[in-house]
């Protein structure tokens, strides 16, 4: 399988879960890939058991100046970015009543202002080339809503209509840009919750277990790949049944 053989791919929150299943996948298929975290070390650890020319970098994808300098780095060092991954994404749950400032501040600059801060960095190159995918992580908790998680469903939310935008934009100059959203999946992210809420929320999931990185990861290569050259602006509900929506 060498469908993204010599691609240079971006996927941030590599470091463990769903960004690092990803990353596995996207090299497995043949992509170089540059790993992304807050923790150097987590990066590049996860890049070490890829395969092809992987990389770990340090980059906190809130900050905006720390992004274009990372598109600017992987350019110098794997070469022009095929394929951007936007993953990162943090929870601050509480009520609504409860929540702090900093709670939702940090949410959204992670969740929603980091996928704008670098599409914003690799959109011109990818233009230019007439070519790319870009591919956000989002959450049913943006299409259905959750109690306790007001912040990180407004900036899931708001990744849809920002990844709708930015496909409408860019789709005239080959770019296209789509949405995964994960339901419940097996991760640091859901960890917390102990095992009798955990099986209490397989069994409302018509598939009938949680989902596991590699369920996303295979969903993500689809996306990035040949076999899907005519979708844009898309949502894909990657969740085992859990929402259907008519
Ligand atoms: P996770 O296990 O908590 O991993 C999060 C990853 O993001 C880590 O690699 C973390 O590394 C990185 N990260 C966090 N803040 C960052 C920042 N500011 N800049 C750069 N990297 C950052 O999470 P996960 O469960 O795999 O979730 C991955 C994505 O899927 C998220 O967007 C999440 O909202 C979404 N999702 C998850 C589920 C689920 O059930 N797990 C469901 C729906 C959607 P560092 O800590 O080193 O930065």
Redesign the pocket.
């Known amino acids: 399988m060498a469908e993204l053989k010599q691609q240079v791919a971006i996927v941030?929150?590599?470091?463990?879960?769903?960004?690092?299943a990803i990353a596995t996948e996207l090299s497995r298929a043949g992509a170089h890939v540059a790993c992304?975290?807050?923790?150097l070390e987590?990066?590049v650890a996860a890049a070490a058991g890829l395969r092809g020319e992987a990389r770990g970098y340090a980059?906190?994808?809130?900050d905006s100046s720390a992004c274009t300098e990372l598109v600017k780095r992987v350019e110098e060092e794997l070469g022009p970015i095929d394929i951007l991954v936007n993953?990162?994404?943090?929870?601050r749950d509480n009520v609504l009543v409860r929540l702090k400032d900093e709670d939702w501040t940090t949410v959204l600059d992670?969740?929603l202002r980091?996928a704008f801060n670098l599409t914003r960095a690799v959109a011109r190159g990818m233009m230019k080339r007439r070519s790319g995918r870009i591919i956000n992580?989002?959450?049913?908790?943006g299409l259905t809503g959750n109690r306790g998680q007001t912040n990180?469903a407004a900036s899931?939310a708001g990744l849809v209509g920002f990844s709708k935008s930015a496909a409408l934009e860019l789709a005239s100059r080959g770019v296209l840009v789509n949405v995964v959203?994960?339901?419940?999946?097996?991760?640091?992210?859901?960890a917390e919750l102990g095992e009798d809420t955990r099986s209490e929320l397989a069994d409302q999931i018509p598939l009938g277990r949680i989902?596991s990185?590699g369920d996303?990861a295979g969903v993500v290569r689809f996306l990035a790949g040949p076999d899907s050259t005519y979708m844009t602006g898309q949502v894909l509900v990657v969740d085992g049944g859990m929402v259907m929506h008519g």
């Open positions: 941030t929150g590599a470091s463990r879960g769903i960004g690092l992304v975290a807050r923790g987590g990066a980059c906190d994808v809130a993953n990162a994404g943090v929870t992670t969740n980091g992580i989002a959450s049913v908790v990180y899931k959203a994960p339901g419940f999946i097996d991760t640091d992210m859901t989902g990185p996303i």
